[in-house]
C-alpha cells in the first residue's frame, strides 16, 4: 500500500519521525515494562535474577511478533505483554505485574514527550540564534516601520528581527515550564488506586518514574490527566502561530511592490513556476503558513480528550494517535525550516531606502510634532502637523515643502525642521534594544 499521510512522504524530518514511528513506541512500552519488573526485585516482589532476565531479554521483542499477536488479541498493549513474556521463558509471568494498559501506555508516551521537546527546544535555540545573528548584522539597517499596512515611521531590520528573537525566548521558557507537567507518567493500576501494587503502590511508582528519569504524579485515574496534553498542544500551537507571523512578514517583504527581503533561491536550477519563468515565490514562508494552520486545528479535540467518563474512558485514544506524532512532527519541520529562511534571507537594503524615500517625508510627521510640541504643546501641534500632512498629500508634495509653506515654518528654524526630516535620527533606542540579544 502506498503512503496516505503527507508526513510520510513530503513533511517532517526523520529526526522526530523516528520519536514516534512504531519501532521507538515498542521499545519505549518495553523500556517501562523492565522499570516495572525491577522496582518488583527491589522491594521483594520478584526475584531480582528474574528482573536481570528481563531487562537482558528486553531487545528480543519484535514489532512483527507483536502485531500477530494484537490481529489474534485485538489489543495492541496486551499484545506487547503476550510478546514480551513469550521472550523471557518463566520470568515472563512477572511482566507488567500489577499495572494496567495505561500505565504502560502514558508512561511510554512521556518518554517520547521528553525527547520530542528536548528537540524542539533544540531547533528554537537554532533558530533564536540565526535571528538574533541576522538581528545583530542590520541593527542600524534603516527600513519603513508599518501599522495597518501603511507607511508609519522608521525602524531598523535589526528591531524588527529582535521582537521575533524575544517572542522565541518565550516560547523556550513556555514549553521548558510545560515539560515539568507532561514529563510525567503513572504506575497506580486501572482506577488509580495502586491496590494491584499493594502497600508498596508508591513506592513502586517513584521508583519506576525515577528510572525512567520522569516526574511522579500525586494522583491520577487509570490515565494521567490531559490537561496536560491540551497545554502541550497549546504550546506547540503558539510556537506555530508566531513561525507563521514570522513567514507572512517574510512575504509581505516579498511583495514586488515593497521587495526589501526575499527568500534565499537556487538560481541555476529552482523554478518558481511553471508557465511563469520569472517568479521568484515564497514558497518555504507559504508553507509554513500552511502548516501552522494544521497544528492549531489539533488544539480543540486536544481540549475535547480533557473530558472523559468516570476514570477514564476510551474516546482519548485514537485522536492522541494523530495529535501528538503529529503537532511534534510539523512543528520541527516548520522550525527547521524557518531557520534554513531566515540563514539564507537576502536583505534588500536599498529598497528599503527607496521605500523610505517615496513617502516624501511623510514618515517623519511625528518627529514634527514633538518638535513642534515644545513651542505651542502637544494637541496644537498635532492639528497643525495632521492638517499640514492632509493637504501636502493631496497636493503631492514633499512633507518639507508642505511644512515651509505652513504654520510651522513660523515657530521651527530650518536647522529644527531638517534635523526632524532625518528618519535615521529618530529611531530612538532601537539599536539599544538589538544590543539586547
Known amino acids: 500500500m502506498e503512503p496516505v499521510c503527507p508526513l510520510d512522504f513530503r513533511y517532517g524530518r526523520e529526526e522526530m519521525k523516528r520519536i514516534f514511528d512504531e519501532e521507538n513506541r515498542l521499545r519505549k512500552y518495553i523500556e517501562v515494562e523492565v522499570a516495572l519488573a525491577e522496582a518488583h526485585a527491589e522491594i521483594g516482589n520478584i526475584p531480582i535474577a528474574s528482573s536481570k532476565n528481563i531487562r537482558k531479554c528486553a531487545s528480543k521483542v519484535k514489532l512483527k511478533r507483536v502485531k500477530e499477536i494484537e490481529e489474534e488479541v485485538k489489543h495492541d498493549l496486551m499484545a506487547v505483554v503476550k510478546a514480551f513474556s513469550e521472550v523471557c521463558g518463566n520470568d515472563g509471568k512477572y511482566i507488567h505485574l500489577g499495572a494496567t494498559s495505561n500505565d504502560i501506555i502514558d ?11 528536548a528537540l ?13 545573528k541576522l538581528a545583530k548584522k542590520h541593527k542600524d539597517t534603516l527600513m519603513l516601520g508599518r501599522t495597518h499596512g501603511q507607511a508609519a515611521l522608521p525602524i531598523t531590520f535589526g528591531l524588527k528581527l529582535a521582537v521575533w528573537v524575544f517572542e522565541i525566548d518565550r516560547h523556550l521558557e513556555r514549553i521548558m515550564e510545560t515539560s515539568k507537567r507532561v514529563e510525567v507518567g503513572k504506575m497506580l493500576g486501572a482506577v488509580g488506586t495502586g491496590a494491584a501494587f499493594g502497600k508498596n503502590a508508591l513506592k513502586i511508582q517513584k521508583n519506576v518514574m525515577k528510572k525512567l528519569g520522569l516526574g511522579t504524579p500525586h494522583a491520577t485515574t487509570q490515565i494521567l490527566g490531559r490537561d496536560r496534553y491540551a497545554e502541550l498542544v497549546c504550546v506547540l500551537a503558539n510556537i506555530a502561530s508566531s513561525l507563521e507571523k514570522f513567514a507572512t512578514e517574510i512575504r509581505n517583504l516579498q511583495r514586488n511592490e515593497i521587495d526589501e527581503v526575499s527568500e534565499g533561491f537556487n538560481k541555476k536550477m529552482q523554478v518558481g513556476s511553471s508557465t511563469m519563468p520569472q517568479k521568484r515565490n515564497p514558497i518555504m514562508s507559504e508553507n509554513i503558513v500552511g502548516l501552522s494552520r494544521i497544528v492549531r486545528a489539533f488544539v480543540l479535540p486536544a481540549f475535547e480528550n480533557v473530558s472523559l467518563w468516570h476514570e477514564r474512558d476510551l474516546t482519548n485514544s485514537s485522536s492522541e494517535r494523530f495529535i501528538i506524532p503529529h503537532v511534534f512532527v510539523i512543528v520541527d ?68 515643502d508642505a511644512i515651509l509653506s505652513s504654520p510651522i515654518s513660523n515657530y521651527l528654524s530650518m536647522q529644527e525642521i531638517e534635523d526632524a526630516l532625518q528618519p535615521r535620527k529618530y529611531l530612538g533606542i532601537a539599536a539599544d534594544i538589538v544590543d539586547f540579544l
Not at 107 to 117: P, R
Not at 120 to 132: Q, S
Request: contains cysteine; proline residues 0%.
Open 107 to 117: 508512561t511510554a508516551t512521556a518518554l517520547q514527550l521528553k525527547d520530542g521537546i
Open 120 to 132: 524542539i527546544v533544540k531547533d528554537l535555540v537554532k533558530l533564536r540564534n540565526t535571528i538574533a
Open 333 to 400: 519541520d516548520m522550525l527547521c525550516k524557518m531557520e534554513e529562511i531566515i540563514s539564507n534571507l537576502e536583505v534588500k537594503k536599498e529598497n528599503m531606502l527607496k521605500n523610505i524615500e517615496e513617502t516624501k517625508g511623510y514618515i517623519m510627521a511625528e518627529s514634527i510634532m514633538m518638535c513642534l510640541s515644545e513651542k505651542v504643546g502637544r494637541q496644537k501641534a498635532h492639528e497643525l502637523v495632521r492638517k499640514v500632512s492632509i493637504e501636502g498629500q493631496e497636493k503631492g508634495i514633499s512633507f518639507k
